[in-house]
């Protein structure tokens, strides 16, 4: 009806209007059509001037987004501060702050089990949410970053990679679940391909003498990478820097030097080190060549107390349901993955356009005063797409608070409450009891709005401080 009566205004009112103001010849009954189209245009000029005919354009478009947006905010707010299990909003009693203070009867917020049962498990979902959100936020963006420097690239096949990187973005979140339900439960594809793995490994430790061809093996890559390293005549690779910083951390967690001292991280000692000597690297420091020249030296010596025999020890490999372990930390890494593998592509396709608005001379002129690719990052490439970063930063900081399908579908919230995020709670209190308190759940979602707010308006202005200095 609503758009009957539209097109009768339009159809009928216009023609009138234009009729009452011009006359037509029969020649010019299709300029009278044209002009019966530009008719809100002309009666919007005529009734608010030139310069109020933009916001007279956009008012259907914000009469739209209020009453699907800003009414539902009002509504929801309104129905957080009523009582009742009616779905009709006239018949909940007003109730005030009553279902906020239910989730704040604590005695500390920071302690869910202090809280009474709706404030227990919206603070377990809340505190949930926000180290998912710490966590993914930051690896999403890097990585989407780093495949956007690359896809970026004049490589072969680039519209290739940036349409399968792109393709899991189109993906169904209960696509994406079944996809990595398959891939990680006890009898998954990921159990299956380590199994083999390491009864392959297994099988070659028992040859005799192969501890030493992989010793010799790795002393050759390494002997390799650091020539390469250093083959430069005035700064090292950093490229190579990075080969060589990889494989000096798979060596130092193959020989656990901690070990010795009854410590665990050998390996993550490595990358630590590997990182430093990158950056030692890349940023051209005077100690480069003798810090590559010192991680060779290092090499050397684990490799000498390296015992393969106990490194490809394995035994039997007991496959693991990735998803239900409890107290392990991987239903909640694997649930950062997911979320990352999902999503990074549509980040990705922001920053690609981001960086393909960089000014090309800009580059040429850096190359021309032969600066590094690395100096050249950080000095033009990410001041310039800053902004566009903001934007992405900003974009999945909101997208991560809002994670609820593929949690639910991949974990259902546990082993526990590890992944229990507060979305669940909302849904699961509004729709899955059975007896749905609907106040509860706006309450809990007008307090994930304020928290999402100050993040975002947080990010936003650390941004605008960084682009005024």
């Known amino acids: 009806m609503l758009m009957a009566a539209l097109g009768l205004f339009w159809g009928l009112g216009g023609t009138i209007w234009l009729l009452s103001h011009r006359r037509y010849t029969l020649r010019q009954v299709p300029q009278f059509f044209m002009d019966l189209l530009g008719f809100p245009v002309e009666l919007a000029q005529s009734m608010f001037g030139r310069v109020g005919v933009p916001y007279a354009l956009l008012l259907p478009n914000m009469l739209i987004f209020g009453f699907f947006t800003f009414l539902p905010m009002i509504l929801n707010l309104y129905v957080s501060m009523t009582g009742g299990g009616s779905i009709a909003l006239f018949d909940r009693p007003f109730v005030g702050f009553e279902k906020y203070a239910d989730l704040f009867d604590c005695e500390t917020i920071f302690s869910p089990r202090t809280c009474s049962n709706p404030g227990y498990n919206f603070w377990t979902g809340m505190f949930n949410t926000l180290w998912f959100v710490l966590i993914q936020v930051p690896a999403l963006c890097v990585v989407a970053l780093l495949t956007a420097l690359v896809v970026n690239q004049n490589i072969r096949g680039r519209g290739f990679w940036r349409a399968m990187f792109f393709y899991p973005v189109m ?26 793995t390491r009864e392959g490994l297994s099988l070659l430790a028992g040859v005799a003498g192969f501890d030493m061809v992989m010793t010799v093996l790795m002393a050759v890559l390494l002997l390799l990478a650091s020539e390469r390293t250093l083959r430069a005549q005035d700064d090292p690779s950093t490229a190579w820097a990075a080969v060589f910083g990889l494989l000096f951390a798979l ?11 009854g410590l665990s991280g050998s390996f993550w000692l490595g990358v630590a080190l590997a990182g430093a000597l990158v950056w030692l690297v890349s940023s051209g420091h005077r100690l480069a060549r003798a810090a590559v020249i010192g991680a060779g030296i290092v ?15 394995f035994g039997r490999y007991r496959p693991i349901n990735w998803l239900v372990t409890p107290n392990t930390g991987w239903p909640f890494f694997w649930l950062v993955f997911v979320f990352c593998w999902s999503h990074m592509g549509f980040y ?26 690395f100096r050249a990052f950080w000095r033009i490439t990410l001041p310039l797409i800053m902004p566009t970063l903001t934007v992405v930063i900003v974009l ?12 639910y579908l991949l974990t259902g919230g546990g082993p526990g409450r590890e992944t229990f995020m507060v979305v669940q709670n909302i849904y699961e209190v509004a729709f899955a009891k059975d007896i749905p308190d609907y106040g509860q759940a706006a309450a809990g979602s007008v307090l994930m709005a304020i928290v999402i707010a100050v993040f975002t308006f947080f990010q936003l202005w650390i941004t605008r401080r960084q682009s005024e200095l």
């Open 171 to 196: 993906l169904s979140p209960v696509v994406i679940a079944n996809i990595w339900n398959w891939v990680l439960h006890r009898k998954g594809a990921l159990n299956a391909a380590i199994g083999e």
């Open 251 to 261: 060596v130092c967690g193959w020989a656990a030097p901690l070990s010795l001292m």
């Open 299 to 313: 090499s050397v010596l684990l490799l000498l107390m390296v015992q393969f025999d106990a490194v490809f020890d």
């Open 348 to 373: 990705m396709l922001i920053l690609l356009a981001g960086l393909q608005a960089i000014p090309r001379d800009l580059y040429e002129a850096a190359k021309m005063d032969a600066t590094k690719p």
């Open 396 to 407: 999945s900081l909101i997208r991560s608070f809002q994670i609820f399908d593929e949690v």
